[in-house]
């Protein structure tokens, strides 16, 4: 089942990655639906990720955190090729190959907040599809912020 453009914008809007100094994605990523993550009682943030058979997306293709910190992502390739996931890490990037129908998971640690792209970056995959993001919600750690007046929020 394919989202129509309305549908997609609605949930572009409902999640609040539509309108600019928000978390704005809006319609950078063209396929694809919006997933979210479901924080553990471990304080684990988990979430699933499929790649479907003979379409070159991930689903969803949006995944969006409420604050940064330690990631499950459990990536399942229900196509008939191979892929290779490239995944964002905090000073070291993770690498999961998928052969056809094959499910791997990756601990990842990102300190957000922010927009994290990951991909696969087999064959024909750069070129057609395959980038996705995970959008991490939050305030800026004291470390990273900036010596400024505040600044006005959306």
Known sequence: ??????????ELHAAGLDGQNRTALGRLLGTGGIGYAEEG?????????????????WEPSILVFPHGGEIELTLINDDKNTHCA??????DPKIIWMVNHSKGTARLNLGGPGTYYYGSTTG??????????????????????LDRPPQPRP
């Open 41 to 57: 009682s471990d304080g684990v943030m988990r979430a699933t990720v499929r790649i479907p058979e003979d379409q070159l997306v």
């Open 124 to 145: 024909n995959d750069e070129g057609r599809g395959l980038t996705a993001a995970l959008v991490f919600g939050g305030e800026v750690p004291d470390s990273a912020k």
């Open 1 to 10: 089942m394919t989202a129509t453009d309305s549908d997609r914008e609605s």
């Open 86 to 91: 490239v995944l964002p890490n905090n000073g």
